[in-house]
């Protein structure tokens, strides 16, 4: 087959390979509360997944253990590794967590400081954290925003910029919160371009329907911390009385 | 929903602007501390540092009454330095009677209090002038080069970053008090003071919560892009001839300043 070189520099493990395994994690909080019984996932190279389910299903707490932040019973692997103690900062590199609420996201006073930050502690070069910064505001179409300042962005703009902080890291896997909450329908449609472009496995957390019926072949549902349905998008968005039982709605 | 009064930054393209910030931050700290020195009463070096003052002003295309109007708003704080006016041994000039005590102002403690008055209003100036020709984050940058510690850098950053999204947060909580401070048709709004009181005490408790669990999940971002204790930055500025030229010339001007105030 002939090499073609693609303008994008994210890189891709072989199809096939699996990016995420997660095996029977249980989590409870200190305070006792119990958030996860015994969740289990695969998910493949290429893999643009859903993750639904109501409010307090475990989704966010389950979205923690995957770059190492919470610590629970069970195994999380990435691309072959399990994680560890020891191997979290390159775990950490692999998975581009984004965080729902991108006030929290981006903490740094301009936008380039922010995008630079994970390079910068990878402990890159100047002229790779600088390569790498350029290519993550190109991906996300923020190439101009380079040297504003993030409070003076829109939500949709502090969105996109958000993104591109954790693509800067070249992550295997991009793991989003709630990436439509509160934005309006250009914003959201100029994402959904986004996410569908970007040629990196995901996993995204949402109460969007819409956005999981046109964006994700694959969808796994949630409910009181454990997994209830892992399967084709369409089936599961035929079953309405499934979808009712675990308070989701057909879109 | 921005909120924006505290960004004093005046996008110019004046000399000042482009002035390397680590040559900015230095004189500025380096007069300040030069007036902290000056004796009392060294009217020359005072009329000489103003001089420094205006040229500045001026040189940052911002007129030259820029940083007079600003200065106004940290006059009172210069107050704090009232009780010297009776505290220092003197030739009484003017006596009164305040409530049961006897007060006495005498003349070398109004000579300190004036000199108080003009050597901080000269320094709060300067500072003025300095946050409106640097952009913020530059400023953070040319401290952290200037050696200062990283810990209150940092502290910095994260104050500018997030007094924004805090005032925003202030102002979405007085607006949901706002909305719902009713009253009905022919009574008095609201109850007691105490009652009120209560209310912004809560308010102010949620205000700690919320801030509290958003620095959790600050913290919980930055972990997962690696932090580890350490912040790195990278260094966007160079030092120019042009720069090295004006901190020396700054520096003798300052400490012709001194000598002025002095003999």
């Known amino acids: 087959m002939p090499v073609t070189h693609v303008k994008n520099s994210f890189s891709q493990p072989e199809i096939g390979s699996d990016v995420l395994t997660v095996k029977d994690l249980h989590f409870s909080y200190p305070d006792g509360h119990s958030a996860l019984h015994g969740v289990s996932m695969k998910l493949s190279a290429g893999d643009k997944v859903a993750l639904v389910g109501p409010n307090g299903a475990g989704k966010s707490t389950l979205m923690l253990h995957l770059n190492g932040i919470l610590g629970g019973h069970g195994e999380v692997e990435i691309a072959g590794q399990r994680l560890t103690r020891d191997n979290l900062p390159a775990i950490r590199a692999m998975v581009g967590l984004v965080f729902q609420n991108p006030d929290d996201q981006l903490f740094s006073p301009t936008v380039f400081e922010d995008v630079a930050f994970g390079p910068l502690h990878m402990g890159l070069p100047e002229a790779d954290v600088r390569a790498r910064v350029d290519a993550a505001l190109e991906a996300v179409r923020m190439t101009t925003y380079r040297d504003r300042l993030s409070h003076h962005l829109s939500v949709g703009e502090k969105k996109r910029i958000a993104i591109a902080t954790v693509l800067s890291m070249n992550p295997n896997l991009l793991i989003l919160d709630e990436p439509s909450a509160g934005l309006d329908p250009r914003a959201r449609r100029t994402l959904i371009n986004l996410l569908r472009e970007l040629p990196i496995t995901m996993l995204v957390s949402t109460h969007d329907m819409k956005l999981v019926q046109e964006l994700f072949p694959r969808t796994i549902v949630m409910d009181e911390g454990r997994v209830v349905a892992d399967g084709l998008t369409t089936d599961i968005l035929e079953d309405e009385t499934f979808l009712t039982a675990h308070g989701l709605e057909k879109p | ?263």
């Open chain 2, 1 to 263: 929903m921005h909120f924006d009064a505290f960004d004093r930054y005046h996008e110019k393209e004046s000399f000042l602007h482009r002035l390397d910030p680590r040559v900015k931050a230095l004189v500025t700290v380096i007069f300040i501390v030069s007036n902290a020195l000056l004796p009392d009463g060294a009217w020359l070096a005072f009329v000489f540092g103003w001089m420094f003052l205006i040229a500045a002003n001026l040189l940052s295309q911002l007129g030259i009454g820029y940083t007079l109007k600003r200065s106004l708003v940290a006059l009172p704080f210069a107050l704090i330095a009232i009780t010297v006016l009776f505290s220092i041994p003197g030739e009484p000039i003017f006596t009164f009677q305040f409530f049961t005590s006897h007060l006495v102002i005498t003349d070398a403690g109004f000579l300190r209090f004036v000199s108080i008055l003009i050597r901080s209003w000269l320094s709060v100036q300067m500072a003025i002038l300095l946050v409106a020709v640097t952009r913020f984050p530059d400023l953070i940058h040319a401290l952290e080069h200037l050696k200062v510690p990283a810990i209150l850098t940092t502290i910095i950053a994260f104050l500018y970053r997030y007094l924004f999204v805090l005032t925003d947060e202030v102002f979405r909580l007085i607006r949901a008090r706002e909305s719902r401070s009713a009253a009905s048709t022919g009574k008095r709004a609201g109850r007691g003071v105490l009652w009120r009181a209560r209310v912004a005490g809560n308010m102010a408790g949620q205000l700690f919560l919320r801030s509290y669990e958003r620095s959790d999940r600050i913290y919980n971002a930055m972990l997962s892009r690696g932090y580890s204790g350490h912040l790195y930055t990278l260094n966007a500025h160079e030092m120019k001839p042009r720069d090295y030229y004006v901190t020396a010339l700054a520096i003798v001007v300052i400490f012709v300043t001194q000598v002025l105030g002095r003999f």
